[in-house]
Structure formats: C-alpha cells, structure tokens
Antibody, heavy 117, light 107 residues
Framework: QVQLVQSGAEVKRPGASVKVSCKTS????????MHWVRQAPGQGLQWMGI????????YYAQTFLGRVTLTTDTSTSTVYMGLSSLGSEDSAVYYC??????????WGPGTLVTVSS | DIQMTQSPSSLSASVGDRVTITCRAG??????LGWYQQKPGKAPKRLIY???SLQSGVPSRFSGSGSGTEFTLTISSLQPEDFATYYC?????????FGQGTKLEIK
C-alpha cells in the first residue's frame, strides 16, 4: 500500500528551526519527485519546493530561499523539510506531496507547525 | 514566476446549480494545469489534470477546459458533498503556483 506518513505536530519559538519528516512506503522511493506545500490557517496553498530523491537535486521557491532545506534518507525512504528562522507567519500545515500534479500525485496528511512565544 | 489569478474568491450556490470557476495564468502554460478540491481539515484532492482530464474516480459532473492562459472548472449540477474550496495549480514551470482558492458555499 502506497503511503506517506508525516511526523507529528510541532510547537516552536520564534527564531527556532523545525524539521518535518515524510516517510514513504509502497513504491520505489527514487521514482517520484517530492514536493512540499504549506497552508497557513484559513489561507490558501503555497508551493515551497521540490526534491528529486534519485539525485538529491532541489528547487526552492524564492520566498523560502535560504531558510528551507529539503533532504532525503534513501535507507529509510524518508524526505525531510527543514525550515529555519521561524516567525509567526510560518505557522501552517505542511504537506509532502509525491509527484504533485503528475500521474503519481499523492498528498501526505499534513503536519501542523505552530510558532508561538 | 507565473501568477495564477483565480476567481471568484467565494461563491454561494444551491444544490443542482451549475457553477464555473476561472483561473488565469500570467503567461502561457499550455495545458499544465490541475484543479484540486479541499475540505476542512483534509489534504487537497485532485479532480482534473492536464486542464481537462478527469481524475479516476471523480464524478463526471466535474469538467475542466482551457489552455494557454485561461482555464475553467465547471460543476454541472452541484451536490451537497461539492461544497468545499477549489484551487488551480500550474506546473508548467518552477516555482509551481496555486490560485488563491474559491470557497464554494451553500446558498
């Protein structure tokens, strides 16, 4: 069964960093790109970036450049999204999405990150 | 970056109505557009890919059209389960970008 399992909710202080995991199963990990999309409370969807698990190549949205890092662990078929220098505006649900908009489009359940002092 | 302008931002309609949502791209994207439905507390679900192809399992009352810079999502006869928020997504180039969303509410 194809699954994306994301790590649990996080509460962080302003200025801190967070690392959200997305563990995959049921398919060949290196076959599909993984995207990250976030959604602030009551707001729309925002594309953050993409990683090719086969090569490690990444592309980040300009908005997050310098603060976001996508990595993979091929031994556990897991993708990680790290976001640094958190502010209140980073409070959101973060989704990993396999092969967004393509044939293999599959969304994780989301991880709520709350930034609060 | 390609801006996606979606309209309307909200829409009130009744069961059985026909509704249309529009997305305009800031530059031509061919047919590299998808439509998603999102219900509260849930991840988005893809309805349409390649601008007009219906995702497997999605009811035929949903349809998409357009190419280049203008796209539409049409629901031919609204059902109670269709009241949700809808987003378009362009995947022609990075960064990929979503429309602002259309919240479809019961009149």
């Amino acid at each position: 069964q194809v699954q994306l399992v994301q790590s649990g909710a996080e509460v962080k202080r302003p200025g801190a960093s967070v690392k959200v995991s997305c563990k995959t199963s049921g398919y060949t990990f290196t076959t599909y790109f993984m995207h990250w999309v976030r959604q602030a409370p009551g707001q729309g969807l925002q594309w953050m970036g993409i990683i090719d698990p086969a090569s490690g190549t990444t592309y980040y949205a300009q908005t997050f450049l310098g603060r976001v890092t996508l990595t993979t662990d091929t031994s556990t078929s897991t993708v990680y999204m790290g976001l640094s220098s958190l502010g209140s505006e980073d409070s959101a649900v973060y989704y990993c999405v396999r092969d967004l908009a393509a044939a293999g489009d599959l969304w994780g359940p989301g991880t709520l990150v709350t930034v609060s002092s | 970056d390609i801006q996606m302008t979606q309209s309307p931002s909200s829409l009130s309609a009744s069961v059985g109505d026909r509704v249309t949502i529009t997305c305009r791209a800031g530059q031509g994207i061919g047919i590299d557009l998808g439509w998603y439905q999102q219900k509260p507390g849930k991840a988005p679900k893809r309805l349409i890919y390649a601008a007009s192809s219906l995702q497997s399992g999605v009811p035929s009352r949903f349809s998409g059209s357009g190419s280049g810079t203008e796209f539409t999502l049409t629901i031919s006869s609204l059902q109670p389960e269709d009241f949700a928020t809808y987003y378009c997504l362009q995947h022609n180039s990075y960064p990929q970008s979503f429309g602002q969303g259309t919240k479809l509410e019961i009149k």
